[in-house]
């Protein structure tokens, strides 16, 4: 069932509905973020919406969240400082890294201070000519990054890259993450006014060169700076609380009404390739190579790669979602008929399937809170906030509420190849109440 009230705020801050403090997600005034040292790298929602939703949502000690699309962690992170139990899911290896590395107490800090101390490069690294770093990076500059991450690992042996991540304690994920800045730091002559594509060098010629003195000491004062800032965040007592899986939204393995609350943001329907947004980070953590990185990069929602057939489409997406799929197939523009509907197609399967499950792990009268963002394809407007509630509702939830929040400052306006299509966007981020 819809909701008697539909809420659109501009300016106003906040809203009280069912007892849910709903505030603006958008990453307003950084200022009050303690954790800046942390990439963002998933649109996600800020540190003071997740505190205000968890605080009012009348949860005990025994209580679960879940964000089946954790992302960097900060629906886990608060979860953690509230002192609730959580559960964090994201498919990308990279992700499960920074999420457990924000999670870090007084007593990682210090055990990261006591290696960073006694921090002593690798004397020698296996290196061959097909190591994803190679892409920007000459054969020196490699040596030098992978003699650092040998360190961080200490003895581990890396059969597979989930074995790597699932090995490291906090310390080393906090280690890890100061190399993920030191290298994109290096990078930055590659990485355009959209962030989340990142260039590869034409010729060998424009590969980095890195001078092991320099990068070291660059190292040393990224992850300094991480422990000065993690040290000043007071939560000595949450160590275990969080649970972070490398998996898919659309297979949580959970088993059913498990969790009392949901929290999360799904990757929006605007074509971001989170496999390109992080493929620094998997080259360095991908055991098995650019192989193994196309491959996350493909499973990934929201991918920018497409199957070869487009996904049975059923009444089970809804409505608007297949409203919208049609007008793309029978757009005029070139390939909307072929790649892009394919591309939409297997966007919204990931989506259905994930709601189901979503539904299927939630505690009944409990609830699931989802940020989503609506978007365009030429002068198609993909509805996602409704196209995220029919789903629901077929899944067995209920909409409680709806507050639209408008973003000016969007993707959709920066693409002046729309412009032929539609004169501007009005871009929404909504915050979606769900109770099953």
């Not at 009348?58 to 964000?67: G, K, Q, V, W, Y």
């Given at each position: 069932m819809y909701p008697r009230t539909w809420i659109l705020f501009e300016d106003r801050a906040f809203i009280e509905v069912c007892t849910l403090l709903v505030t603006n997600p958008?990453?307003?005034?950084?200022?009050?973020?303690?954790?800046?040292?942390?990439?963002?790298?998933?649109?996600?929602?800020?540190?003071?919406?997740?505190?205000?939703?968890?605080?009012?949502?009348?949860?005990?000690?025994?209580?679960?969240?879940?964000?089946?699309?954790?992302?960097?962690?900060?629906?886990?992170?608060?979860?953690?400082?509230?002192?609730?139990?959580?559960?964090?899911?994201?498919?990308?290896?990279?992700?499960?890294?920074?999420a457990k590395a924000k999670q870090?107490?007084?007593?990682?800090?210090e055990i990261t201070i006591e290696r960073l101390e006694s921090f002593k490069l690798a004397e020698e690294v296996a290196t061959n000519i097909h190591d994803p770093l190679n892409i920007w990076f000459d054969n020196e500059g490699v040596i030098v990054l992978r003699k650092i991450e040998r360190t961080i690992l200490g003895n581990i042996k890396c059969k597979s890259t989930i074995y790597k991540v699932n090995s490291l304690d906090v310390s080393q994920c906090l280690m890890y993450t100061a190399l993920f800045n030191s290298v994109r730091e290096y990078?930055?002559?590659?990485?355009?006014?959209?962030?989340?594509?990142?260039r590869k060098p034409g010729s060998d010629v424009e590969k980095i060169s890195i001078n092991m003195e320099s990068f070291e000491s660059k190292y040393r004062s990224f992850l300094q700076h991480m422990v000065e800032k993690a040290s000043l965040v007071e939560h000595t007592c949450f160590s275990g609380l969080s649970e972070l899986v490398i998996g898919s939204?659309?297979?949580?393995?959970?088993?059913?009404?498990?969790?009392?609350?949901?929290?999360?943001?799904?990757?929006?329907?605007?074509?971001?390739?989170?496999?390109?947004?992080?493929?620094?980070?998997?080259?360095?953590?991908?055991?098995?190579?650019?192989?193994?990185?196309?491959?996350?990069?493909?499973?990934?929602?929201?991918?920018?790669?497409?199957?070869?057939?487009?996904?049975?489409?059923?009444?089970?997406?809804?409505?608007?979602?297949?409203?919208?799929?049609?007008?793309?197939?029978?757009?005029?523009?070139?390939?909307?008929?072929?790649?892009?509907?394919?591309?939409?197609?297997?966007?919204f399967l990931d989506l259905k399937e994930s709601v189901g499950e979503i539904s299927r792990v939630l505690k009944r009268k409990c609830r699931a809170v989802c940020v989503v963002q609506n978007s365009f394809y030429k002068d198609i407007h993909c509805d996602l906030s409704r196209i995220l509630t029919e789903m629901a509702i077929l899944s067995g939830l209920n909409l409680v509420d709806k507050a639209d929040f408008e973003v000016k400052k969007n993707m959709a306006n920066v693409n002046t190849r729309s412009r032929p299509y539609r004169a501007a966007n009005i871009v929404f981020e909504t915050v979606l109440t769900l109770e099953k």
């Open positions: 958008k990453r307003v005034n950084k200022s009050d973020e303690i954790n800046l040292y942390w990439n963002n790298y998933y649109a996600g929602y800020s540190p003071t919406f997740t505190n205000k939703i968890i605080t009012s949502s009348d949860l005990n000690e025994s209580s679960i969240i879940l964000d089946p699309w954790n992302g960097s962690g900060t629906a886990t992170f608060a979860a953690s400082i509230s002192g609730f139990h959580s559960i964090g899911i994201d498919l990308n290896p990279v992700m499960k890294i920074i870090a107490t007084i007593s990682d800090v990078l930055k002559p590659f990485i355009s006014s959209n962030p989340t594509w990142i939204s659309s297979k949580i393995p959970f088993r059913d009404e498990y969790v009392d609350l949901v929290l999360t943001s799904p990757p929006y329907c605007t074509r971001i390739d989170y496999g390109v947004a992080t493929l620094p980070e998997l080259a360095i953590v991908a055991v098995e190579g650019r192989g193994e990185i196309d491959s996350i990069r493909r499973r990934l929602m929201g991918t920018t790669t497409v199957p070869k057939s487009a996904n049975i489409i059923t009444e089970e997406y809804g409505p608007e979602c297949l409203t919208f799929l049609d007008l793309v197939k029978t757009h005029q523009s070139k390939a909307s008929r072929t790649y892009y509907y394919k591309n939409f197609c297997q966007y």
